[in-house]
């Protein structure tokens, strides 16, 4: 069990430019979440993933937001023309159940200038 | 909408006990988590309460009262590595089996020598 990886680890990017990031699950996983973090605030939830199945994607996230798990493993969350506001941690957690605690990776810090 | 309550910050001593407390109001209940948040780490699971009542684990204690919409957490023999954010988390029900995990902003713990 290597937990939860995601990739990179720090992005920093120029206003208006397209970011991508990387999430590996915990393998036996079938449940994925993206979560965005602030300074000084808990986690928010951004969409969630039941294998490759979009089942839910909060309705404060802007249609530049957008998350893939084609084969219900690894998923990506793409952010298109970052803006300031986009700079956040960006964590990604997976669980086996619905009853089951989240695991969290360690996120991908990023940075918009 | 959903509010989850608790202190941002809390000071205590080493070798003391302390109690975070969480109050919330959700568009559902589907159990209490409390992960614990180590300054650029990912958030780790410390607890979970779906039921009334008291759950010890270790030097940790976490509490839960539905009809208050309480919860807390209790940390004894305190150590100074027990500095960190503490961060409540309530478990909605969403449509279908989907569950969605929401956070407080979570409390700041300092441990002093």
């Known amino acids: 069990d290597t937990g939860v990886s995601q990739n990179p680890r720090h992005k920093i990017t120029k206003r208006g430019q397209n970011v991508t990031f990387r999430c590996d699950p915990i393998s036996e996983h079938n449940r994925l979440y993206w979560y965005r973090q602030t300074l000084g605030q808990g986690p928010e939830f951004l969409t969630y993933f039941q294998n490759e199945a979009q089942l839910e994607k909060s309705r404060l996230l802007s249609d530049r937001f957008s998350a893939e798990r084609p084969k219900g493993s690894f998923s990506t969350l793409e952010i298109q023309r970052t803006e300031q506001g986009d700079s956040a941690m960006y964590l990604c957690a997976s669980s086996y159940a619905n009853n089951s605690p989240l695991h969290f990776g360690n996120g991908t810090r990023l940075t918009v200038t | ?113």
């Not at chain 2, 309550?5 to 209940?29: H, K, L, R, W």
């Not at chain 2, 008291?54 to 030097?59: F, I």
């Not at chain 2, 807390?72 to 960190?84: F, R, T």
């Open chain 2, 1 to 113: 909408g959903q509010n989850i309550d608790q202190p941002t910050e809390m000071t205590a001593t080493e070798g003391a006990i302390v109690q975070i407390n969480c109050t919330y109001q959700t568009s559902g209940f589907n159990g209490l988590f409390w992960y614990q948040q180590h300054a650029g780490e990912a958030p780790t699971f410390l607890s979970y309460n779906v039921l009334d009542g008291l759950e010890e684990k270790g030097r940790f204690s976490s509490f839960l009262s539905r009809s208050k919409g309480y919860s807390y957490l209790l940390l004894k023999e305190l150590q100074m590595k027990d500095s960190a954010s503490y961060l409540c988390a309530v478990r909605i029900p969403l449509s279908g089996s989907a569950r969605q995990l929401t956070f407080g902003s979570g409390t700041q713990l300092t441990v002093l020598p």
